[in-house]
């Protein structure tokens, strides 16, 4: 049991660390009253009812690949504390990430609670055998309503700091693409936020606790490194609808391996399949926005035991529009100002609820936003949209949208010019 606990047991120890630095600090008194929890960040009140708060969210699990490190007098430490001493497989090596995000109401309230909380942790750079063992004490007998209290009071709290060890906490910092699929995972309202690593977690099996016909599955999960698009003439190219998307990694192939998109359950056949790569086709009825992506490997036979579906990490690309503009409807403003509508043609179709925003861009400076125009809302899924512009110069457009925050790609000719989409306001 304890090793089921090893998890939950370093995300409680570092939400009481920053609790308690909370009591004993007066940035408590400046800031008001400050809560903090372990939540999924979509679980966060914001807006009207956002308070002070810190939340600290596990949002993934990996494995850590010094596993082979650990050293013998270490695993036979560990297997005694399980009842296994026969055991000399190495344990499963985790390092766990987390998202640290501070809330606030009122001005710089985030930005002193993120302050603070960093400045915690980096003055607490390894977690020892000690605090753990102090915090599982306090967990035992304190709130004893909770999930994890009553897990605690069923195993020896100084066998499971011990087993734990020393966990060591290092800050990730994201650059702005990172953060931002990050983000968009979640599905939330972004607040100020940072991103840390606590490694390594040990969770070791024993042998004890098998039965005879359970299924033992090999430590063989899929692990999703990069996706890019399959373009072999350009990179760099953004993936379209129809785009073959190229999934990099270690340990692709599996009996049956299929693909997952989002959160549904239905799996898709990719086009290739190898060790270390995996072709995809993107399905043409995929909405444009950051979309997940999984490898799944499912057993031979009978596939509809999930128990034996081996699931890779999640992991995102953006999912790109295409568009035609065509413009109607040029009326002269005030100031020499026009007016006009710009009829959209979609590829794929947007989603009633996603969304629009309509870009246009000076010809001489296509890279630069000219004027930019939100599109109100649909009653229903379409492939074809009518936009008023106003107040807009005479002259010529590039037109882009972003939709969902996934911006069009703009089409290049012959000589490197960008070119189309383009309308005339004249």
Do not use: C
Request: hydrophobic fraction near 40%; aromatic fraction near 6%.
């Amino acid at each position: 049991m304890s090793n089921m606990l090893s998890i939950a047991t370093v995300t409680a120890v570092l939400k009481v660390l920053l609790e308690n630095g909370l009591v004993s600090d007066p940035i408590a008194a400046s800031v008001g009253d400050v809560i903090v929890t372990a939540l999924p960040p979509d679980r966060i009140s914001v807006e009207a009812d956002e308070r002070p708060q810190l939340n600290l969210f596990l949002y993934q699990v990996t494995q850590n690949r010094n596993v082979d490190w650990v050293s013998q007098e270490f695993r036979s430490r560990h297997s005694r504390i399980n009842g296994n001493p026969s055991s000399s497989s190495p344990p499963l090596a985790l390092d766990l990430h987390y998202v640290l995000t501070a809330y606030g109401a009122k001005d710089f309230q985030a930005e002193l609670l993120l302050g603070y909380a960093m400045h915690l942790l980096h003055k607490t750079p390894f977690i020892t055998s000690d605090i753990i063992e102090n915090t599982l004490l306090n967990a035992s007998t304190t709130n004893t309503s909770s999930a994890f209290s009553q897990a605690v009071a069923s195993v020896s709290v100084s066998d499971l700091a011990e087993q734990i060890g020393q966990i060591k906490l290092t800050p990730e910092f994201f650059n702005m693409e990172e953060t931002s699929k990050l983000w968009s995972a979640l599905q939330t309202h972004y607040r100020p936020s940072a991103t840390y690593m606590a490694s390594m977690v040990l969770i070791e099996s024993n042998k004890s606790e098998n039965v005879e016909g359970l299924y033992i599955m090999p430590l063989s999960q899929p692990n999703i490194e990069q996706v890019i698009a399959g373009a072999k003439s350009d990179r760099e190219q953004m993936i379209v609808a129809g785009t073959t998307l190229i999934i990099r990694g270690k340990r692709l192939r599996g009996d049956i391996t299929r693909i997952r998109l989002g959160n549904t359950e239905t799996l898709l056949i990719p086009q290739d399949v190898k060790e270390t790569q995996v072709s995809f086709l993107v399905p043409p009825d995929l909405y444009a926005s950051v979309q997940s992506i999984q490898v799944v490997h499912l057993p031979m036979g009978n596939t509809t035991q999930t128990d034996r579906i081996v699931e890779s990490n999640v992991a995102t690309f953006v999912l790109h529009p295409t568009i035609t503009a065509l413009v109607a409807q040029v009326e002269n403003d005030s100031n020499n100002l026009r007016s006009a509508e710009i009829t959209l043609k979609f590829h794929p179709k947007v989603g009633n609820a996603q969304r629009i925003v309509l870009l246009l861009s000076d010809v001489s400076a296509p890279n630069l936003v000219t004027y930019s125009f939100l599109v109100a809302p649909r009653a229903e899924d379409t492939d074809a949209i009518v936009i008023p512009v106003k107040n807009v110069k005479p002259g010529s457009y590039m037109v882009r949208v972003r939709v969902d925050g996934a911006e069009s790609p703009l089409h290049k000719n012959q000589s490197g010019d960008y070119d189309s989409p383009q309308v005339t306001i004249s």
